[in-house]
């Protein structure tokens, strides 16, 4: 699903052309067949299942767990002089940029 700067949903027709070899459109044509779905229907389905796993792969970082734990940790502790020195730097740049 598609949405615009408003965050409305955006219900235009766009088109995407494929090429393919004709073992693998018979093979997305009976998996169409047999959900009861156009080619299509079927393709598009797969395509927007896949993009929301990659998207969602892409969102999250994976640590060890032992790293986790230290940094984790890290961030409970008391700050040090030297990252409330960068996070005063950060803060003047951001304010700055506004």
Do not use: C, W
Not at 33 to 47: C, N, P, Q, R, Y
């Amino acid at each position: 699903m598609r949405y615009d700067e408003g965050g409305s949903v955006n219900t235009s027709i766009e088109t995407i052309n494929m090429r393919t070899d004709a073992e693998r459109k018979r093979r997305l044509q009976l998996a169409a067949d047999l959900t009861h779905e156009s080619l299509t229907a079927f393709v598009l389905s797969a395509a927007d299942e896949r993009a929301e796993r990659v998207i969602a792969d892409g969102r999250m970082t994976s640590l060890p767990a032992d790293f986790f734990d230290d940094f984790f940790g890290s961030l409970a502790a008391e700050p040090t002089p030297a990252f409330t020195d960068a996070a005063s730097r950060f803060r003047r740049t951001v304010r700055r940029a506004e």
